[in-house]
């Protein structure tokens, strides 16, 4: 019989309690236990950004973290970034700029470029290439991605 | 299953407790980024994590007697960016600014990159150059290691993860006239392993036209973070000038011997970038013209 695990964590702005196998990871946790399938499973080896979520603040890696690290911390995942129907401005700027292909880095894109704007609101080119540079991105060769952050730093800036 | 049970502790000696009732069946956890796959990927085993990430006495950088010292729970994000390893060791800062990717710098942790053994650890190889030691706890008591002798083989430390806790990591302050380099060669400009990378710690002598310490690391060319003795030894014995740093740095080149291989490329390529890269970073370093 495996002894369950009980994780409490801030999910999103909520308070979230999962009962799940100790050697859960925390991709498998939002994805299969909590349903959140908007965080991606790319390489599951680190190498892709596609599964990035922001903990505590900082863009992590969801495929290398065990669910158990997680107990106490701020998760945010891209279904935490629309706000009552509202879609934020980085995902407003990856639409409105055609930063979107297939879809699949997007999730893991847009949490690096949150981590990084509210770190450094007014970020310059290299520092935006920089936040993104764990990303893979197959399809839209990234110039799209870089211009949709800076709108949406302009846009954040204004507000 | 990949384990059965995650702890947390609080503090050293409740790790090193919950290690001692594993019997060889737990393992220290750190920021996870290497351990996790290889748990994944079966090389490893454990039933228990012990996760040291949550002990405060491990999240210090600070300076201590002269000494640098970085505790095991402290991630490549927090060296890059810290002010005291930015001024004294802009090497150090440097390599830990290239590992992996953003997300992995923001979880994996220095000391792990130590415990990781990869012979071109961006974190470790200048580690090498500033000839750190590394504190290792264990229930019968602590000590200090020098680097080199945290390595066992390829991949493998000398510090047993299911029985010990590496603690901290540290290293002089190179002083007034220290200056230190680091240098990294790969195919892209993240998430790609080194074809070359090295580190170099230098300490001017009061007249400024001699070495009094010349200290370089290479990876990867050993089965570790390699220095190039006899190169370091020319460097001291000669005065500073265009024509003893590419003599050293072809040394260092013949020294290294770095194989032909599919992954980092040939063995005429490899040393003239060896070539190429310390002479430049030397170069800058000492501000010849």
Redesign the interface.
Known sequence: M??L?KIKMTLNGRQCEVET???R?LLDLLREDLGLTGTKKGCE???C?AC?VIMDG????AC???A??A?GADIVTVEGLAAEGQLHPLQEAFWSEGAVQCGYCTPGMLL?AKALLDADPAPDVGQIR??I??N?CRCTGYTKIISAIQVAAEKIGHE | MNWRDYERPRSISEALNLLEQAEGRGRVIAGGTDLVLQLRQKRYQADLLVDITGIEALQHIEEREGWIQIGAAVTHAEVAHHDLIGNEARALARGCSQVGSPQIRQMATLVGNIISAQPAADGAIPLMALEAEIQVAAIAGERWLPLPDAYRGLGLSTVDAKAEIATAVRFKKLGEHGLTGFFRLARRKALALPTLNGAVALCRDASGCRLQRARISLGPVAEHPFRPQQAEVYLESHDISWEVILEAARIASEEANPRTSLLRGSEEYRKAMIRLYLSRTLGEMLAIP
């Open positions: 495996i002894k695990k196998a100790p050697d990871i080896q680190g190498e950004g990035t900082q863009a992590v890696l290398l973290i065990p158990a690290k107990e690096s920089q936040a540079a764990g893979l």
